[in-house]
């Protein structure tokens, strides 16, 4: 089968790449260009850049050498322009917005299993393998594919994966999705590949340092859009009693957990209440007992059909987030 693998140049889309070449597939490997690093908004005080942990320059050259060690075709796919335009600034507007977004998602969705699956189609592969801790099985009697967590349910990452739909699911492959972390080092060691004991990415590619309120901020500096960062202001119950303050709807977005100072010292999650998003006036935050009702929104509906409200399809569910406990 010819398969195209998407290549972070990290161990997990190089142990991917090892098994599927192994097992005798004939593939083509793919990197995606997706930040631009020359536009220097992640610098340090001193004007530095920043180390980045995943999708920078390093990793492409390193995607490369697997991909010559394990011989086969390798191309880098430029989608900066579709990365800011799908993922950058939805996150920004999300934040802003007051909400707590997963810039990963629509990564896989929009870019991941969608430019670069057509690319791969147009070069005649038939599936999509990337190094993802989970697994896609087809259901005979439901008619649909389903999405499963990974075996090693520490490493799983089928969460960033809900937003892919039936056609994507039926073109996918995890090659991981049976396999411990510490397999999938084995299988690089034992394949020579320069990636095997390369030091795992777990932030979000362009913001490396982890730190998503001041990346927030570079950002809207460097657009010319500095009147868009919010102010900070009061946190309220559901009572409208006030029972903490933030200092900005960034730096405490939707399904943050915190403590207030108060006697009962309740664990609390917070929604949004009123996040504008000029500097205009301040942006109010609630606290929920953790016990409270949630409304989630664009959920996906992959292991049944997706449920219809007022005839139209449903985007939002709402769920009962668990009591918390020490």
Sequence with gaps: MKIAVAMSGGV?????????KEQGHELVGFTMQLWNQRRNINLDENGDPLPSRC???DDVYDARRVAEKLGFPFYVLNLEDDFERSVVEPFVQSYLSGETPIPCVACNSRLKFASLDRMAMSLGCEKVATGHFARVEYDAAADRYRLFRGKNHWKDQSYFLWELNQEQLSRSLFPLGEMLKSDVRDIAREADLYTAEKQESQEICFVPDGKYSEFIDRYLEHEGRSSEMPEGGAIVNTAGETVGAHSGSTATPSGSVAAWASPMKNHFTLCRSNVPKTRSSSARLMSLRRSSL??????????TNPLYRFGRRSRSAIVTTPQWRP
């Design 55 to 57: 999708c920078s320059l």
């Design 294 to 303: 949630l409304r989630a929104v664009l959920t996906g509906w992959l292991s």
């Design 12 to 20: 997990d889309s190089s142990a991917a790449a090892a098994l599927l």
